[in-house]
């Protein structure tokens, strides 16, 4: 929730989804009290911002589409679309637990090692037990590790983006030392059972990772748009301290996210081990980047505050389509990284006039 957000006028379709609407309204009068001083011409630029903002994202997406439709003779065939859903499995997986973050006003770097840690996890307890307890225990330390990191953040009164990066590297640390750099497989007798995650299924072989992105992606979005504790994450995000005076437990808001962002980074490991049959210390080391990029170019503020877990499932299209582009027309990828940096960029650029003020 941005400081025009929880005003009533800020609160307009204009200015966030009709998902967010309810939720960045929290304490309208309570918080505007603290944001009367907010002047009009700064509320028009922030609604002017979004809706170029989310008119730019549609537009790029609607236009690779029908650009890559008439310029491929493949991307409309069914295998290239089951392929785009699932190469977006992962990325749109940690995008959810970023988009949750950013809306709180935290940053999730240890994405990356929680990932690992929860792959490496799910393929030992796989070998010693069974894939179901497996799961759960990669889950559990997900969720584990997205507490504590949400524990040092509040507890040590540092900035979660400095927190969670140093967590990250040690996670990363722990992982390296458990598998002694190696790459841990479970047992041949139980591989197939573990690839469970990869399988196509009878919905246009679409695989179960992709679905299982569409339940997260709606428990996420029903927990911010649909709920009080939704209400309190943009509150927190867009002015902590106007929310701390409405009741708001804004320590208690920033470890959840954090947890939350643990079990989606934990999914996300599964998905790839999964996939791969094996886990490694270094897997989706820049994945985190990538998500949160995603998140940013689909709309949501890195300031805190606006947004919407819809908004970087948008991001994650538009960047899986841009690669799935690079691939079907054969293109140096070294143009794509330079493309995907200057989206980045001007999402963030375009989001500067609502966070200026702060």
């Known amino acids: 929730m941005s400081r025009e957000a929880v005003s009533p006028e800020a609160a307009s379709p204009e200015g966030v989804s009709a998902e967010g609407e309810s939720a960045e309204a929290v304490s309208a009068e309570a918080v505007s009290r603290d944001t009367a001083g907010a002047s009009a011409p700064a509320r028009r630029a922030t609604a002017v911002s ?49 988009t949750v973050c950013l809306l709180a006003g935290a940053f999730d770097l240890a994405m990356g090692g929680t990932l690992a840690l929860s792959a490496i996890t799910f393929v030992a307890v796989t070998r010693a037990t069974g894939v179901p307890l497996g799961m759960a225990a990669a889950v559990a330390v997900g969720l584990a590790l997205g507490t504590l990191n949400g524990l040092v953040v509040v507890g040590v009164r540092v900035h979660s983006f400095i927190a969670t990066l140093a967590l990250g590297i040690a996670y990363g640390g722990v992982a390296l030392i458990v598998t002694d750099g190696d790459i841990v497989y479970p047992l041949s007798s139980r591989l197939s059972e573990a690839q469970v995650l990869a399988r196509p299924t009878a919905a246009g072989g679409i695989t179960v990772a992709s679905f299982l992105l569409v339940v997260v992606t709606g428990i996420c979005w029903a927990l911010s748009a649909r709920t009080a504790f939704g209400r ?20 208690a808001v920033r470890v959840a996210v954090l947890a939350i962002s643990g079990v989606c980074a934990a999914l996300a490991g599964l998905v790839l081990a999964s996939r791969a049959g094996s886990a490694q210390a270094d897997m989706g080391a820049q994945l985190p980047l990538s998500a949160i990029a995603a998140a940013v170019v689909g709309g949501t503020s890195v300031l805190g505050g606006r947004g919407a877990v819809w908004r970087g499932l948008v991001g994650v299209a538009l960047l899986t389509l841009i690669g799935n582009g690079f691939n079907l027309l054969g293109w140096n990828s070294t143009y794509r990284q330079l493309i995907e940096g200057l989206l980045i960029l001007g999402a963030i650029a375009v989001d500067r006039p609502s966070g200026a003020r702060r």
Do not use: P
């Not at 491929?72 to 977006?88: E, R």
């Open 232 to 251: 309190h994450m943009y509150a927190v995000g867009g002015n902590a301290e106007a929310a701390r005076r409405c009741g708001v437990r804004i320590d």
């Open 50 to 98: 979004a809706r170029w903002r989310d008119r730019g994202v549609g537009s790029c997406v609607a236009f690779l589409v029908l650009a890559l439709s008439l310029s491929t003779d493949t991307f409309l065939t069914a295998d290239n679309l089951v392929n785009l859903l699932d190469q977006a499995t992962v990325t749109g997986l940690l995008a959810c637990g970023a």
